[in-house]
């Protein structure tokens, strides 16, 4: 896995959210339970090529990226779902890989394991 992420400051950016570490960690603890099943579905759709589905599926995730300031994510789900909502012919299961796997960099930035 190429390792795109530099850092990701939970205290800094819990600070800039107005809540305290734990606050923001129990926030995270339930995006990371919740973000597998939406990429399942994400991936699902991109094989049956729903592109009204698939813009939805990654406009969620772009949501929940985005309210967790996981930045990267969020650009590339919102990439997703740009092309879907437009009917474009992309490499949606490229897209797809890359976010997979920029959101497994978060987990491991922030659990350092």
Do not use: C, P, W
């Amino acid at each position: 896995m190429e390792f795109e992420l530099e850092s990701f400051d939970v205290i800094e950016v819990a600070k800039s959210m107005n809540m305290d570490e734990e606050m923001f960690l129990d926030i995270i603890e339930l995006f990371f339970e919740n973000i597998y099943q939406d990429l399942d579905n994400l991936k699902d759709t991109i094989a049956n090529k729903d592109f009204e589905t698939l813009s939805k599926h990654a406009h969620k995730i772009a949501g929940a990226t985005g309210a967790v300031r996981f930045n990267k994510a969020r650009t590339i789900a919102k990439e997703i779902e740009l092309y879907a909502k437009d009917q474009q012919n992309a490499n949606y299961l490229e897209l797809f890989e890359k976010l997979q796997n920029i959101i497994k960099q978060y987990k491991l930035l922030i659990y350092k394991k």
